[in-house]
């Protein structure tokens, strides 16, 4: 992979500051309500490209505090992409362009003095195919708190609440220096989840964490998911369309070609939809 | 109602098993080849050690198979060549680790398109070129701040070392693109630098292959011969562990300068002289063959680490 360390984009935020993260989304709003109180993430008329596909359309959206935000839509309808520009994920593909902003507490992060290294520190990520590192589970967990120098004081207690917030605690106590990838894959991807927590970021990303994993195991990642939006902000990606609606406080509906059509609180979205589309897709008609 | 016709075209059948022996026979070719050589070396060494005893060989410590007294002491001559080995190592390990690193890492997808076929082009200059660049160039331009002696060890290994530069460079990017994409995301997901990135994951997971590169290269360095028999010089010395730099300041010589120079001499086809060749070219492919052993048991031990 070639990584690029700093944006790639073509096209920096005019005013940098955040001047404008109360700008009003008229133009391109989706449907439902698009505006939120105690907002922590703000999309402001944001395009991503990939070469010469643009994959995300004018996305407006705001993400609320310590809730569950689900992105839901079919296959290439760009929800990943969107997650994945939240913490500038997007900046390791050499060919990625972003257009437009987006606002972490009202700093826009494509401001050209943003460094996603430290944007990262406070945005954790889980991805779709739990991956862990090939080292210890304690290792795995504790790799964050070492990365970003917050391996004073006692990793191990960090290690164990970090654990045990990630309901993975019991199940591992007494095996703490065996490898994590010696775990089943819905531990490993609460390994993973404990590995984000740990090293206590504000907002978790989470790209479709559940889809390659059983049942059993995906209902202990959902309860997981409702429990960590009383401390953190989570934004979810899924496919699953029933995942949304149990773990979710608000839904956004991308569809085709990179647009977010609506966005409101999960009930609204799931039992009456403003858009036919969107009721279309929920209903099952299509994607 | 007739049935389809599926029997067996005689033609077909006679062309397939031809293809399948001329195929097999290429592949024995190799192997009968590579029984043949040990066999050879087997033999002759035998025959040496009938007359000078294993242990005169390996523990003697002067090596002097022509000029009177004679000695058939080989333990000169590993030091040589473990000069050669350590010094090049010195050069080629950390500078091929680093190039890996940045080609797998940092280079973005078109300088890499560049970069690595041109750095394997390196190993594609002839030895003999290396030699004498070294004696030609690098000597004199080190002798302008160290007291060198026209033959020395330490321009042989300086070139030795860049010659297996593109084995490590290229083996170990191998084995650092091989590991899986999503343990980097997991990493600048947790807010790595991309230096982080690269030293607490990507390494640690490619470091079988890494070790491989080095065994490989190592073993080539061993083996290395028109280098160090052209600009190391063919003094046998044994190594003075209270004098490093002597060593490398002065002429030695290696296994390999020395069965060139066995090889190459008026030595009658018999006699001892001419059959330590084979006694000393057996110790080499020891040598090289228990890396190349130990390099495969490294690998398979560490390979199912991350897959």
Redesign the interface.
Same mark, same amino acid.
């Given at each position: 992979m070639t990584a690029n360390g700093g944006s790639s984009r073509s096209v920096s935020a005019s005013d940098p500051g955040g001047s404008r993260s109360d700008a009003t989304m008229t133009d391109n709003a989706p449907l439902g309500s698009p505006r939120v109180d105690n907002a922590v993430i703000k999309s402001r008329d944001l395009d991503v490209y990939y070469g010469d596909d643009q994959a995300l359309h004018g996305v407006n959206m705001d993400i609320p505090e310590r809730k569950v935000t689900a992105l839901i839509g079919p296959s290439g309808c760009g929800k990943s992409t969107f997650l994945r520009s939240i913490n500038r994920m997007n900046d390791l593909i050499d060919i990625a362009r972003v257009d437009g902003d987006l606002y972490f507490h009202d700093k826009n992060v494509y401001d050209d003095d943003v460094d996603p290294v430290a944007l990262r520190r406070k945005i954790g990520m889980v991805f779709q195919k739990p991956n862990p590192f090939p080292k210890s589970i304690r290792d795995n967990v504790a790799y964050g708190l070492r990365v970003q120098g917050k391996d004073d004081g006692d990793v191990d207690e960090k290690v164990h609440t970090a654990l045990e917030r990630a309901a993975l605690l019991e199940e591992v106590e007494d095996q703490l220096d065996s490898s994590g990838l010696d775990l089943s894959g819905g531990q490993q991807q609460r390994l993973c989840i404990a590995r984000a927590i740990a090293p206590d970021p504000e907002v978790i990303l989470m790209d479709e964490p559940a889809s390659a994993l059983d049942p059993v195991a995906t209902s202990k990642i959902e309860d997981l998911i409702e429990d960590l939006a009383e401390e953190y902000t989570v934004v979810i990606v899924t496919h699953n369309m029933q995942q949304a609606a149990r773990i979710s406080d608000k839904t956004a509906v991308f569809l085709t070609g990179g647009h977010l059509v609506e966005f409101d609180d999960t009930n609204k979205i799931f039992e009456n939809p403003e858009s036919d589309r969107v009721e279309d897709y929920i209903t099952g008609k299509f994607g | 109602m007739s049935q389809p016709d599926f029997s067996h075209d005689g033609i077909r059948t006679a062309r397939g098993k031809a293809f399948r022996y001329l195929f097999m026979l290429c592949a024995l070719l190799s192997i009968l080849t590579t029984v043949a050589i040990i066999l050879t070396l087997l033999v002759d060494a035998v025959d040496f050690f009938a007359e000078i005893s294993l242990v005169e060989f390996l523990t003697g410590t002067r090596w002097s198979p022509t000029n009177e007294p004679v000695a058939f002491g080989v333990l000169p001559l590993i030091s040589g060549t473990l000069v050669i080995t350590v010094g090049s190592a010195l050069v080629a390990l950390p500078i091929g680790l680093l190039t890996a690193i940045y080609l797998s890492?940092y @280079?973005?997808?078109r300088r890499?398109a560049y970069l690595k076929p041109a750095l394997e082009v390196l190993a594609g200059v002839p030895t003999v070129v290396y030699g004498y660049f070294a004696l030609v160039y690098v000597t004199p331009a080190l002798d302008t701040f160290l007291p060198l002696s026209t033959f020395n060890a330490l321009s042989a290994s300086i070139m030795v070392g860049i010659m297996i530069i593109p084995m490590v460079s290229s083996i170990s990017e191998d084995a650092m693109s091989a590991v /899986?994409?999503? $343990?980097?995301? @997991?990493?600048? =997901? $947790? =807010?790595?630098?991309?230096f982080?990135?690269s030293t607490?994951?990507v390494v /640690? @997971?490619a470091v079988s292959g890494i070790f491989s590169s080095f065994i490989l290269a190592l073993s080539r360095a061993i083996g290395e011969t028109m280098i160090v028999a052209i600009a190391a010089g063919q003094t046998p010395r044994l190594v003075d562990v209270t004098d490093p730099a002597g060593l490398f300041l002065n002429s030695i010589q290696t296994m390999t300068a020395a069965m060139v120079q066995i090889g190459t001499g008026d030595i009658v086809g018999q006699g001892e002289a001419y059959k330590s060749l084979f006694a000393v070219g057996l110790t080499l492919f020891v040598i090289t063959f228990a890396m190349n052993l130990v390099s495969e048991l490294v690998a398979s031990r560490y390979r199912e680490?991350?897959r």
């Open positions: - | 890492e @280079a973005s997808e890499r /899986p994409d999503s $343990l980097r995301q @997991a990493s600048y =997901g $947790l =807010g790595a630098t991309k982080t990135v607490s994951v /640690p @997971a680490e991350y």
